[in-house]
């Protein structure tokens, strides 16, 4: 008998059911392919759930999404909403069910294919062939530490944080970077300040530890923070899984994020509970909303790392296939269009990324 995947679909408003529908659209295809089945459970989120339910994430949609294999969503929030404040803001409602989902990794991946090397920022020798990934340590380090607090008056006004980290904490997202090692190029650097700060000669010595248990098969280096920023830069394509802690990993995952040059082609994950959540990283996009013109792209790779997640490799292999053959054919959105492109319909890019896919299967 085939498997069967409960996903929850979490469009959320402005461009978000748009590409969403792309999504579906692809995951079906290669799911009949493949021989697994995805049903699906659609529910309002963010402004379409306030709209609907006068709150952003309802506790019925949360309940459907612990009951389900996965959650896609799309984006939430725009300008409809945005004079709400506090937990009915369309953000709360994000917030809200990653938290009840127990998430405590962040993926991004970040990929530059040769036809795009020359929308980065950077000289597109320095990118072409790009394949980054970077697992952020998610709920825990220096935002959520404890205490942390302000008191006194003028001069004296001071505020702290507390940037801590148990061994658990460190084991549960580093065993997250090794095992997404093992599915690519087999090797990890881990990212931290040991030089100066005790919470991370904690992270490296337990991340070393770790390493010699259970994944000694996978390359391991470490660098300092602010060396990694700048390799981030200097030579990106050095880097396989990088794995960090939170306040690192916020800022070197957005610095990857530019590297490819738009937004649109991000995916990404968070990921630790049973259930986990694929979301592209871009927003709701309001400003093209309902035009046809949003990238699919960034969702469509979002729902083959679900793939991935749910242990269907070889099916999200084929959609990562599928985006970079349209890309490679020139096929292009418009936040992407260059001159000699051809400029593409969200739903173009969504049959054609189908075809693509299923012809790599
Ligand atoms: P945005 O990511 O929505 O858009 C930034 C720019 O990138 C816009 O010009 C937009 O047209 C373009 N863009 C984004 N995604 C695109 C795509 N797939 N295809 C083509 N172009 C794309 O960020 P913003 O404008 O700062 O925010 C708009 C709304 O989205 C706000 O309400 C914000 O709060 C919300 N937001 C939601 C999320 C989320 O749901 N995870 C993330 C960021 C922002």
């Not at 759930?49 to 612990?66: G, L, Q, R, Y």
């Not at 953000?91 to 069910?97: M, R």
């Not at 070393?208 to 030579?235: F, G, K, P, T, W």
């Not at 509970?273 to 709701?284: A, L, Q, R, T």
Request: with cysteine.
């Amino acid at each position: 008998m085939s498997k069967t995947y409960n996903i929850t679909l979490l469009p959320g408003d402005g461009i978000g059911p748009e590409v969403i529908t792309e999504s579906v659209k692809v995951l079906d295809a290669v799911a009949e392919k493949a021989g697994f089945e995805l049903k699906y459970t659609t529910c309002n989120a963010g402004g379409a759930a306030i709209d609907a339910h006068n709150d952003p994430m309802p506790d019925s949609v949360v309940e459907t999404c612990k009951a389900s294999n996965a959650v896609l969503l799309g984006a939430v929030g725009g300008p409809k909403w945005d004079a709400l404040t506090g937990a009915m803001r369309p953000e709360s409602g994000l917030l809200k069910i990653r938290k009840e989902l127990g998430a405590f990794a962040n993926l991004r991946p970040v990929t530059v294919p040769e036809s795009l090397a020359e929308n980065s920022p950077l000289r597109p020798e320095t990118v072409a062939g790009l394949d980054l990934f970077t697992v952020r340590e998610l709920t825990g380090g220096i935002y959520f530490g404890e205490p942390r607090g302000t008191e006194g008056e003028g001069d004296d006004r001071k505020s702290w944080n507390t940037m801590v980290y148990s061994v658990g904490e460190i084991k549960r997202v580093a065993r997250v970077a090794f095992e997404w090692a093992r599915k690519r190029r087999n090797k990890v650097t881990s990212v931290d300040k040991a030089n100066v700060l005790d919470v991370s000669r904690l992270w490296r010595d337990t991340v070393i530890e770790l390493h010699q248990a259970e994944y000694s098969d996978v390359e391991l280096d470490h660098l300092y923070i602010d060396n990694a920023a700048m390799q981030m830069v200097i030579n990106p394509r050095q880097f396989d899984v990088i794995l960090t802690g939170n306040i690192f990993g916020d800022i070197l995952s957005d610095t990857s994020a530019t590297l490819g040059g738009s937004l649109g082609l991000l995916p990404s994950a968070s990921v630790g509970g049973p259930v986990g959540i694929f979301e592209p990283v871009h927003g709701s996009a309001p400003d093209i909303a309902g035009q046809g013109k949003a990238n699919p792209f960034a969702m469509i790779l979002s729902a083959g790392m679900m793939l991935d997640t749910l242990g269907e490799d070889a099916a999200a292999n084929a959609i990562r296939a599928g985006v970079k053959q349209v890309l490679d054919d020139g096929y292009r959105s418009g936040d992407l269009w260059r001159e000699g492109n051809k400029l593409a319909s969200t739903t173009e890019l969504g049959d054609l990324v189908k075809t693509a896919t299923l012809a790599a299967m």
